[in-house]
């Protein structure tokens, strides 16, 4: 595996600026990786941690924050977000969903490649990097795909994509379901070095129907509340199924993959067997499968559909401990924005997805830090696990590292999307929900990428 990057190192606006000098007076600190956990200021100088003193002692010539009863975490990092680019920019772009990182406390992101067209070429991926460079908040990658056109059928020029930059490849939305080519890829994936992040679903399994009829298939967890509702359900199995054959073939290869939106039990079983085996494998779950159930479907509001569906209390409590055990590397969103008319029809023919990006920390401080569930250090560890299998170094707040941080308001109380949002499009499931914790800045490289609309500045 090739040395890690910054993950600054990404297209966006603001690589080759340092920024200026600022102070995040008497912070708690908190950095798991690092051991970091106390009160102090904060020195950002020149894009990199430059001390953390005693609490009121810094000195600054720049801006200084009083930043008292707030925290201060290293920077997040998602490795799966659509961006709708090209194609859907009525949806998102890369403008407004890495603004919309930024106000989720992110300082980079990774793309997925099921766009319209799909992300197949090398012209693909420079075109998306040279958009990032001009129009992102944030840090951007960009993964290709790995079958032409999505369709499952032949590889794509994978060293093209990646000598273009792809950072990784990913056919996310549709599975693999070639064994064959699935193989074929994991050696080009030992060639390139760079990560292949795999949607598991037998669509034999969640699409009784046939893969071709996918409005006749599941569009919710397969067990009672389905049963309840008489709506087709998808069974947990069609994902650990998949896992299981994936692990045995990167095994087989001695290559990696990365598995995408854990939802069920038998996935964290099947993940857990594999990395004990030795396997390459590593893997994510979103915080919409770690704080719902498909209870939240029998209101029948699409903006609970989504793929692979909210599943059962007992699947949550099995994501959760995979967290808590670190069978599950990373939390990333699978930020998905669609438009209204996507969503407003009924349940059964809705798209499915869900944006995330802008209360991924709130909703985990809320559901599972304030209950006691999690420790806040292992939630600020896992949202930027997702930079190390992609081959990115994850953020630090240790004194010399770059400076990527967010600064958090535990107490802070707020109703998602009653301001608005940054995303261009409104299809949270969380949205109309009391939330305690808020992002109020976000720090990337030593720059200011995001405040909060109300969070007043306090001179120390």
Not at 404 to 410: E, G, H, K, N
């Amino acid at each position: 595996m090739s040395p890690t990057r910054a993950i600054s190192s990404l297209d966006w606006r603001g690589a080759g600026g340092r920024g200026g000098e600022l102070v995040l007076a008497r912070a708690g600190v908190l950095d798991p990786r690092a051991g970091i956990d106390g009160t102090y200021d904060v020195v950002i100088r020149d894009g990199e941690i430059a001390a953390l003193a005693d609490p009121g002692t810094a000195e600054g010539s720049g801006e200084v924050i009083d930043a008292e009863g707030k925290r201060v975490f290293p920077a997040f990092f998602d490795p799966h977000v659509h961006l709708r680019e090209p194609g859907d920019e009525d949806e998102e772009d890369v403008e407004t969903g890495t603004r919309a990182a930024a106000a989720g406390g992110y300082c980079g992101l990774l793309a997925m490649a099921n766009t319209s067209p799909p992300v197949d070429s090398a012209s693909d991926i420079l075109a998306l990097r040279e958009r990032a460079s001009e129009d992102g908040s944030v840090p951007a990658g960009f993964l290709g795909c790995v079958t032409r056109g999505l369709k499952g059928r032949e590889l794509t020029e994978m060293v093209d994509l990646r000598d273009a930059g792809a950072v990784g490849f990913s056919d996310d939305g549709l599975p693999i379901a070639n064994a064959r080519l699935m193989r074929r890829a994991l050696q080009y994936q030992r060639l390139v070095d760079a990560n292949i992040a795999l949607h598991e679903e037998d669509h034999d399994l969640s699409r009784p129907a046939g893969a071709h009829a996918p409005h006749l298939g599941g569009v919710m967890h397969e067990g009672a509340v389905s049963a309840a509702l008489g709506l087709a359900g998808v069974p947990s199995v069609a994902e650990s199924t998949m896992i299981a054959r994936d692990a045995a073939l990167a095994a087989y290869e001695d290559a990696r993959i990365h598995v995408q939106h854990l939802s069920a039990q038998e996935s964290v079983e099947a993940v857990a067997t594999a990395k004990e085996a030795g396997v390459r494998i590593t893997c994510e779950a979103t915080p919409h499968h770690l704080a719902l159930t498909d209870e939240e479907v029998r209101s029948l509001d699409s903006r609970f559909k989504m793929n692979p569906p909210l599943r059962s209390e007992h699947d949550r409590q099995a994501l959760i401990e995979g967290l808590r055990s670190g069978v599950i590397d990373c939390i990333a969103t699978d930020h998905a924005p669609h438009a209204a008319e996507e969503k407003e029809v009924p349940f059964e023919e809705a798209a499915m997805g869900v944006t995330g990006l802008e209360t991924a920390v709130a909703v985990l401080h809320t559901e599972l830090v304030l209950s006691g569930v999690l420790e806040l250090g292992l939630v600020v560890e896992r949202m930027s696990g997702g930079a190390a299998p992609f081959g990115f170094e994850p953020p630090s707040l240790a004194v010399g590292s770059e400076a990527s941080a967010v600064l958090f308001d535990p107490d802070a109380e707020w109703e998602a999307g009653a301001d608005g949002w940054e995303s261009r499009s409104e299809n949270s499931c969380f949205a109309g929900r009391k939330l305690r914790g808020r992002v109020l800045m976000t720090v990337v490289a030593g720059q200011v990428v995001y405040r909060q609309r109300s969070f007043a500045m306090g001179v120390a």
